[in-house]
């Protein structure tokens, strides 16, 4: 019997598996989420996500330390306020938890990238991504909020907006306002395949921002569609977006493969709570090896096509990527 392929020849050793390994993950892939809470003194763990917390003003410095000693380089910065109300104002005021944060994260830090969540629903009292009336999320109103609030994180020194409010037009109506208030270098990071999921039940535990009434879904997409992330991505970019991104990515990453086939901007994978909280449990029953989960999953993302992953698992994975190549 002759067999023609020995797949195995290059499998032989660790030395010739590391030769013709495809994708890896290193450092500069992560962006590790941070959330700064205004109604509390110190730092406080969200339950249903062991090892992450939230901050602070006065403790965000500490972790945004241990972040950069990591050598990661880039945070994604999420806020809870103080106040809610039906325009979102702690969203957009000079004074915002975000706002604030950014300016403390910035001067400690200046080379670090800053990226601030641009949205509405921790702010508001509906807890919707936009204003509402009479129960409807209405689009066009909510851009206006949505912009002023990409416009104050930006003068308070963000690098970058990753809008993910999901109203249509958000992309062209951030970059008008964004280059009206002079910040024409300021790239956009859009949230432009984001699915109406489940999977984000632990963040909105932690960040506050579970709608009051009704749900998402007539605003984020239907997770049975494919074809619809694509024109949500032509979209984006004829509007300007820098950066296109697929939330969540574990049970989407035939969408990750498909929007890395039609774009050829950078393309982020958000890694998302609950993909999160599901791995965290696992393995804290002793159900799963974490470490190699967390390689695999990450890993897995690369391979479907992400440049860049939002995780909150990127602390964790930077350590061993500074002791073995992943
Ligand atoms: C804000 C926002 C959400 C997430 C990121 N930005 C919540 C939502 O859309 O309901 C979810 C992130 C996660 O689950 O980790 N709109």
Not at 37 to 59: C, H, N, Q, V, W
Not at 196 to 223: I, L, N, T, V
Not at 298 to 303: E, I, N
């Amino acid at each position: 019997m002759v067999i023609f392929d020995r797949h195995r020849r290059l499998r032989s050793t660790a030395s010739i598996r590391d030769l013709v390994r495809e994708n890896h993950l290193i450092r500069d892939d992560l962006i590790m989420p941070v959330f700064v809470d205004a109604t509390i003194k110190d730092k406080e763990e969200i339950a249903s996500m062991p090892g992450i917390y939230r901050f602070s003003l006065a403790a965000v410095l500490d972790e945004i330390k241990e972040i950069v000693d990591l050598g990661i380089q880039s945070v994604i910065i999420f806020g809870i306020p103080d106040h809610k109300d039906d325009v979102g104002s702690g969203a957009w005021e000079e004074n915002g938890v975000v706002q604030q944060a950014i300016r403390k994260i910035k001067a400690a830090y200046p080379d670090l990238i800053v990226i601030a969540d641009t949205c509405l629903c921790e702010y508001t009292s509906t807890g919707h991504c936009g204003i509402v009336k009479d129960h409807r999320v209405l689009n066009d109103e909510s851009l206006v909020y949505n912009t002023k609030t990409a416009v104050s994180q930006v003068k308070a020194g963000a690098d970058m907006v990753a809008p993910s409010n999901a109203m249509d037009g958000f992309v062209a109506a951030i970059r008008e306002g964004l280059d009206k208030a002079g910040f024409q270098n300021t790239p956009i990071m859009s949230y432009s395949v984001k699915y109406a999921s489940s999977f984000y039940g632990p963040f909105r535990d932690a960040a506050d921002g579970a709608p009051q009434f009704g749900d998402r879904k007539g605003y984020q997409m239907d997770p049975a569609n494919r074809l619809e992330a694509l024109r949500e991505v032509a979209s984006d970019e004829k509007e300007g977006a820098d950066f296109v991104m697929v939330k969540p990515a574990m049970a989407f990453l035939d969408i990750m493969r498909d929007v890395r086939n039609h774009t050829n901007l950078p393309l982020v994978a958000y890694n998302v709570s609950g993909e999160y909280a599901m791995i965290k449990a696992a393995s804290q029953n002793g159900w799963i090896d974490e470490d190699q989960i967390v390689k695999e999953t990450l890993v897995g993302m690369k391979r479907a096509g992400a440049d860049l992953i939002i995780t909150y698992f990127a602390k964790d994975a930077a350590q061993r990527i500074n002791k073995q190549r992943w």
